[in-house]
């Protein structure tokens, strides 16, 4: 197929077939299977905050974190504590257990898009980051608004190969070519010891690190992206497994490529085969997305 003229922000991917997955890391990753997608424009990055705060003023949009609570969703809450707000991360001191998130997660009171920590701070200097504090609906309407739409999971994974089937990451099998880091992710300990080896506490500037074959960056690492997906936990290629449900009941959303608090030692998924489920209505300071255009 031609290569069909350009889009500003947008890079081409052709499309094709490839083998989705890897039964090397998680079982939720699994099956590897032949899959297919059409040719397709992708944002080169993800949506950053000085985008989204236009799509904002242009359409005096409010995001799901800056919406009232709904009393009947927490029985036996106090009224008072039902805030807008969004998780917000927290480096520990020391060393604990990974099995509970509660741990480096807080609900944070007034967290939102243009603050990504709380009230105390805005989103100043990080117009060029990713903008995080985005529901899947926020992130839906941003690409309502844009003439777009988010990506199947499929479409996003066989982007962020960048025409390199089968390898572990978007630039290969080495996480580190030659001591050069590749991607904003944990370097150390989580959730309490980041040696910063890529230069980044936090999220960085979208572009910061090396595109991949199909000229787009960040596709591992910075942050989570969401997809249009509901995730199940296989591949549909296995037995046709039936949607995962968050704690609440709701379908989860199929999420993509880590970000800048996965670590070897926890969570190891900046990889293009990494997948993981999100309940649509939540919000966190390391989810973000990005958008595609079909033909």
Not at 118 to 131: K, N, R, S
Not at 169 to 193: I, K, L, S, V
Not at 250 to 258: D, E, M
Request: proline content about 9%.
């Amino acid at each position: 197929m031609a290569t069909p003229g350009k889009v500003p922000g947008m890079r081409w991917v052709p499309g094709g077939d490839f083998l989705m997955g890897s039964e090397d890391f998680y079982p939720e990753e699994g099956p590897v299977h032949m899959a297919s997608t059409g040719g397709f424009w992708m944002d080169e990055h993800p949506v950053t905050v000085a985008r989204f705060r236009r799509f904002v003023e242009e359409t005096g949009y409010v995001t799901v974190a800056e919406r009232p609570l709904d009393p009947a969703r927490f029985p036996g809450a106090d009224p008072a504590s039902l805030v807008p707000g969004s998780l917000v991360f927290h480096k520990t001191e020391g060393p604990v257990d990974l099995r509970d998130y509660r741990n480096w997660w807080r609900y944070v009171p007034g967290a939102a898009w243009h603050r990504p920590h709380g009230p105390g701070g805005g989103a100043d200097g990080l117009d060029e980051h990713p903008v995080t504090h985005v529901a899947y609906e926020d992130a839906l309407a941003y690409a309502r608004w844009a003439g777009k739409d988010l990506p199947t999971e499929v479409e996003w994974e066989f982007a962020a190969r960048g025409g390199l089937d089968g390898a572990v990451y978007p630039w290969g099998d080495q996480f580190a070519p030659e001591g050069r880091m590749m991607a904003n992710t944990w370097q150390g300990e989580f959730p309490w010891q980041n040696l910063r080896t890529d230069g980044y506490e936090g999220t960085s500037p979208v572009g910061s690190f090396p595109a991949n074959g199909y000229g787009l960056y960040d596709m591992v690492g910075n942050v989570w992206e969401w997809t249009a997906d509901v995730y199940t936990d296989r591949h549909p290629a296995c037995c046709a497994p039936s949607a995962a449900r968050g704690e609440d009941g709701a379908v989860r959303r199929t999420i993509k490529g880590g970000s800048y608090l996965c670590a070897p030692n926890y969570c190891l998924r900046y990889r293009p085969a990494a997948r993981q489920g999100q309940e649509p209505d939540s919000s966190t300071g390391h989810l973000g997305f990005r958008c595609v255009l079909r033909p």
